[in-house]
């Protein structure tokens, strides 16, 4: 039976690595890159996964690191982009980093010599006409102005983003409680709240006058130049509101109005820094309001001064820089596919991942969704344990729209962290000695993730 083509649009890293996956299943691909035709701003060649900023991939590490994990599942669903960096990378520690015209010119030359892609290099302007019956956007934190236009049109006025606003995330259990509380503002109850929603951790004068100055003099990141300034007061950077300031941010997200501290009821707080639950497990939570352009050697020691965040782990430090990502938990489902319009799917960063291999990661599943329903059969998310299903399930639906009712998006782009997997029974080690806390315990935990991972993983592969 002869089989329609799925179109891609965009050669970036999902965007190849899609059609690698539905050629894999036999299964045509036209892959649209309007590269030479019209060029960005960030690409220099005309090479498909050209790789426009770090040439690392982030740690190789399977057993202790979500990335390093997220590598091994793709090595195992036969990725191009994992095969082509393994045979490109350069020395780098316990890193995976690439030889970046290597990379490219080995995942170009592939798809080149794939007869079941056609590569054409063009630009599409607009949403896939009817007779594409199956297409995959991949442009991108760079897309055209004018396919964006027609992406804006078609998922609403308030679904793509063009600019990040990203403020930090912390592991629950990294908090020290014995100095942060749980209570709302005054104790409201809101949407599904208990009036008990956010952990808040207390500054007395001096912290926080240590605190602002931290912030000013810490290390920045500049704009690139093709970014320009999208500062508007709805997203400005905590160090650029201290600087207006030095009682900007303790009547702005820093305020200490209606809280109580459990610990210490009699004294008032000077400050409060607010942190609210991130995705549906309870496992990450955001710092409120503290996006910042600080560099991120600087936000780990300046935010590790705050009360509570001393031993802080971060799944992801704030930023703030050009993206174009669609609201996805309410665009998409399970399969990446736009709920108002069948047969149309996204991948890659636009779909709210961050990072190299999680957009190839998101391209990768994309294909393997698109290729099944070209045979014929339904597509099979895989299991949440995994670091595929984490990584989709916060795109998804593990992310918590708190704002929903005021109007407002609070979906934002995601690396793969452990945070994101389902909680894990750690057993301890019959040869462990002592007490089993800290570092040790975190040891184990990480482990039986992965281990957990792969076994799933793995089974899912043998079914799809």
């Given amino acids: 039976m002869k089989k329609n083509p799925v179109h891609i649009i965009g050669g970036g890293l999902a965007g190849s690595e899609a059609a690698w996956q539905i050629a894999r299943h036999d299964v045509p691909v036209v892959l649209h890159e309007m590269r030479p035709t ?5 690409h220099q060649g005309e090479g498909l996964a050209e790789l426009v900023c770090s040439n690392s991939f982030r740690s190789d590490d399977a057993v202790q690191n979500a990335v390093g994990l997220i590598h091994e599942e793709m090595r195992r669903a036969g990725s191009l982009i994992m095969r082509a960096a393994d045979a490109n990378k350069v020395p780098a520690g316990s890193a995976l980093a690439v030889d970046r015209v290597g990379f490219s010119d ?5 798809l080149e010599n794939e007869p079941l892609i056609e590569i054409r290099r063009e630009e ?5 006409p009817q007779d594409w019956a199956s297409t995959i956007i991949a442009t991108g934190p760079l897309t055209s102005p004018d396919l964006a236009e027609a992406v804006r049109i078609e998922t609403g006025e308030d679904a793509l983003a063009f600019f990040d606003a990203i403020a930090p995330i912390v592991h629950f259990d990294s908090i020290d409680f014995d100095k942060a509380w749980f209570q709302s503002r005054y104790d409201k109850v809101g949407p599904g709240g208990t009036g008990k929603d956010y952990i808040n951790c207390p ?48 009547h702005g997200p820093m305020k200490p109005m209606g809280l109580t501290n459990t610990h210490k009821p009699n004294e008032k707080a000077y400050a409060v820094v607010q942190l609210r639950q991130d995705n549906a497990l309870g496992t990450l939570y955001n710092m409120v309001g503290f996006q910042t352009k600080l560099k991120y050697g600087a936000q780990k020691e300046i935010f590790k001064t705050i009360p509570g965040l001393e031993n802080a782990e971060f799944a992801r430090l704030g930023g703030l820089h050009r993206n174009t990502f669609i ?6 489902d399970e399969t990446l596919q736009l709920k108002s319009r069948p047969g149309l799917r996204f991948a890659g960063q636009i779909t709210g991942c961050e990072g190299y291999v999680e957009s190839a990661a998101i391209g990768l599943l994309t294909g393997r ?5 070209q045979m014929g059969k339904k597509p099979v998310p895989p299991p949440e344990t995994t670091a595929f299903g984490a990584l989709l399930n916060h795109i998804t639906k593990g992310h918590i729209a708190y704002e929903q009712d005021m109007g407002k998006r609070s979906f934002q782009p995601m690396n793969i962290n452990f945070g994101l997997f389902p909680p894990v029974d ?9 007490r089993f806390r800290g570092k040790d315990k ?23």
């Avoid at 599409?124 to 896939?128: F, Q, S, Y």
């Avoid at 003099?217 to 650029?240: M, S």
């Avoid at 969704?369 to 329903?373: D, L, N, S, T, V």
């Fill in 369 to 373: 969704f698109a290729a099944a329903e």
């Fill in 124 to 128: 599409v302007t607009g949403l896939p």
């Fill in 38 to 42: 019209r060029g960005t701003d960030a």
């Fill in 203 to 250: 500054l007395d004068r001096d912290q926080y006058e240590a605190f602002i100055d931290a912030l000013i003099a810490g290390d920045k990141t500049e704009f690139r130049e093709w970014e320009g300034t999208p500062y508007f007061d709805g997203c400005l950077p905590i160090e650029v509101m201290a600087e207006r300031g030095r009682e900007t941010l303790r």
């Fill in 327 to 332: 609201n996805s938990p309410a665009l998409l």
């Fill in 106 to 110: 080995a995942v170009t030359m592939a």
């Fill in 442 to 464: 975190a040891i184990v935990k990480r482990q039986t993730i992965t281990a957990r991972a792969l076994l799933d993983v793995d089974e899912w592969l043998a079914n799809s």
């Fill in 426 to 434: 750690i057993v301890k080690p019959a040869q462990h000695e002592g």
